[in-house]
T-cell receptor
Framework: QKEVEQDPGPLSVPEGAIVSLNCTYS??????FMWYRQYSRKGPELLMY????GNKEDGRFTAQVDKSSKYISLFIRDSQPSDSATYLC?????????????FGPGTRLSVLP | DGGITQSPKYLFRKEGQNVTLSCEQN?????MYWYRQDPGQGLRLIYY???????QKGDIAEGYSVSREKKESFPLTVTSAQKNPTAFYLC??????????????FGDGTRLSIL
């Protein structure tokens, strides 16, 4: 079993739809959870960063963490064509030498006008 | 504006050649990282550094080398020993705090191809 699994996509939705992106993980030591957006030929851009279980909202984006189920989600409301990108989940835990980050493989999202 | 600058954007390597990818940050971050990204795979850690003149191997360090002579700079050399170097290389940095982890911020990558 991989440490982090993510719905591979690709995912196509019409403009204005609600998008749900999901990751599961196996290591209960992960304490911090992140979502990144990556446009083609660009580096990942940090969208959301959270520690505790529950919801965190930022504009049209909501990050949800359920540590008991080892499951995280990113919801995008009123999706726009500019949201078309690959979305990476990431999580981290303290290791012997600083933070250890693990990334999911990414879900490619297309929002169709 | 603060950020991470990677150069060059595109790089071509000949057989038997070493090439160096540049990464500079002006975020005053302590930690710096190099990742390799291949299609359909998550980011894989090559090397990371928490402090000047110290660095640690990641999951796929073979065929790569790094240096950290300055806090702002963390160049990656892809040596001729790396037999499959074609990939998108990403540099990242993060702040180190005593309490609480901090997220990574990324540069815009270097795409390396074999001639």
């Amino acid at each position: 079993q991989k440490e982090v699994e993510q719905d591979p996509g690709p995912l196509s939705v019409p403009e204005g739809a609600i998008v749900s992106l999901n990751c599961t993980y196996s290591n209960s030591a992960f304490q911090y959870f992140m979502w990144y957006r990556q446009y083609s030929r660009k580096g990942p851009e940090l969208l959301m960063y959270t520690y505790s279980s529950g919801n965190k909202e930022d504009g049209r984006f909501t990050a949800q963490v359920d540590k008991s189920s080892k499951y995280i989600s990113l919801f995008i409301r009123d999706s726009q064509p500019s949201d078309s990108a690959t979305y990476l989940c990431a999580m981290s835990a303290r290791g012997n030498y600083g933070q250890n980050f693990v990334f999911g493989p990414g879900t490619r999202l297309s929002v169709l006008p | 504006d603060g950020g991470i600058t990677q150069s060059p954007k595109y790089l071509f390597r000949k057989e038997g050649q070493n090439v160096t990818l540049s990464c500079e940050q002006n975020l005053n971050h302590d930690a710096m990282y190099w990742y390799r990204q291949d299609p359909g795979q998550g980011l894989r850690l090559i090397y990371y550094s928490q402090i000047v003149n110290d660095f640690q191997k990641g999951d796929i360090a073979e065929g790569y080398s790094v240096s950290r002579e300055k806090k702002e700079s963390f160049p990656l050399t892809v040596t001729s020993a790396q037999k499959n170097p074609t990939a998108f290389y990403l540099c990242a940095s993060s702040k180190i705090r005593d309490r609480g982890d901090q997220p990574q911020h990324f540069g815009d990558g270097t795409r390396l191809s074999i001639l």
